[in-house]
Every structure is written in C-alpha cells, then in structure tokens.
T-cell receptor, first 108, second 113 residues
Framework: KNEVEQSPQNLTAQEGEFITINCSYS?????LHWLQQHPGGGIVSLFMLSSGKKKHGRLIATINIQEKHSSLHITASHPRDSAVYIC??????????FGAGTRLTVKP | DSGVTQTPKHLITATGQRVTLRCSPR?????VYWYQQSLDQGLQFLIQ???????AKGNILERFSAQQFPDLHSELNLSSLELGDSALYFCASSPRWENSPLHFGNGTRLTVT
C-alpha cells in the first residue's frame, strides 16, 4: 500500500463546480505539499502545510494532522485548472513521498 | 518563472553512457532537491542538498550521484545508464533545509536508447 494515497485518481467537472481532492498518508510528517503539474510537464507548488488551512485565490488547502488527511479544494473551477494535482509529504525521515496524482479535467 | 534553471532541457543518450544534469536554484535559496518522474513510477525523491551538504536521501540508485557547489548550483550525475532511467528529472529549490515552499525547474527529459 502506498504511504500517500490520493483520491480520486481522475476527476471530470463542469466549469464553475466546487472540486475536492483528498490525500491520506500513513507516515509521520513534518509538512505536506500540494503540487500542480500542467500537461506541458512543469510543476508548480501550490501550498505547503504543517497545520490548519491556507487559501490562495480560488484554492483552499486543509490538513488534519491527527487524522493524517489533507484536502485541496477548488472553488468556481475553470478549464485552466485542468492539470494533475499531486500530494507530497516530507516524512519524519526527511525524505519526500508522493501520491500518484489526481488528473482533473474541467470542461467549459 | 520559478527562478530555477535546469539544463539541458532534453538529453538523448545510449545505454551505458554517463550524463550530467545541472540545476541553478532560485536566488537566495540554499536547498536543492532532485526528483525523478517516470511514466510507471510517478514522482520520486532522489536527494536533497542544503548549503553544500547532503541533507536527505530518497530512492537514489548507486549509479547516480549529486553534489552542490559553493555557488549553490547542483549537478546530478547518472552513470551506466539503462533504458529504465529514461524519465523527467526535476530540480527544486527552497530557502531553508526543511518546511519551506518548493520552486521547481522545468525539468530535463532524459531518453536512453
């Protein structure tokens, strides 16, 4: 079993919909990152969390350390949000472990 | 633009060969991370350097090595290349050695034939 599990694997939404991507992990962590990878391959870091909640524009990320769970929410989704979203954790061993990614397609 | 520069963008080489990938971190960042992304295994963490010293190690093969130089740029050396080493190799940088936001380069696409 992967130590970082994301769900769903694939997600198709209509423009304007509220989207949630989930990440569960089974190792002790010092931080969790949400990354966005566009079809061209480039990776952008969206959030780094060690507790609580962060918001940037239409994106919101939350983490529950006790439950070892994080969510990424996108409000008022737009076709330009179409990308692969990757959850990554910095483990207590200082290495980084990645989820398999969630492929999001937002249709106009 | 993340401020992280990776060269070359593309590299095609033959099995058994050795290549060097280069990464210049964002100005002011002391940490450099290397990652491998292959089609069948997704993103994997290879190694992290902070201010010239190795800080964390992931799934890096013995055929691979890295270093960070005094000017903070980093190189990833891949030797005795195999077909399975074909992948995208990303570099990222951050200001501190842990728990700070990551800035990714555009990656080097390595094809081993």
């Amino acid at each position: 079993k992967n130590e970082v599990e994301q769900s769903p694997q694939n997600l198709t939404a209509q423009e304007g919909e509220f989207i949630t991507i989930n990440c569960s992990y089974s190792v002790g962590i010092s931080a969790l990152h949400w990354l966005q990878q566009h079809p061209g391959g480039g990776i952008v870091s969206l959030f780094m969390l060690s507790s609580g909640k962060k918001k940037h524009g239409r994106l919101i990320a939350t983490i529950n350390i006790q439950e070892k769970h994080s969510s990424l929410h996108i409000t008022a989704s737009h076709p330009r949000d179409s990308a692969v979203y990757i959850c990554a954790v910095r483990s207590a061993y200082n290495d980084m472990r990645f989820g398999a990614g969630t492929r999001l397609t937002v249709k106009p | 633009d993340s401020g992280v520069t990776q060269t070359p963008k593309h590299l095609i080489t033959a099995t058994g060969q050795r290549v060097t990938l280069r990464c210049s971190p964002r100005s002011g960042d002391l940490s450099v991370y290397w990652y491998q992304q292959s089609l069948d295994q997704g993103l994997q963490f290879l190694i992290q350097y902070y201010n010239g010293e190795e800080r964390a190690k992931g799934n890096i093969l013995e055929r691979f090595s890295a270093q960070q130089f005094p000017d903070l740029h980093s190189e990833l050396n891949l030797s005795s290349l195999e077909l399975g080493d074909s992948a995208l190799y990303f570099c990222a940088s951050s200001p501190r050695w842990e728990n700070s936001p990551l800035h990714f380069g555009n990656g080097t696409r390595l094809t081993v034939t």
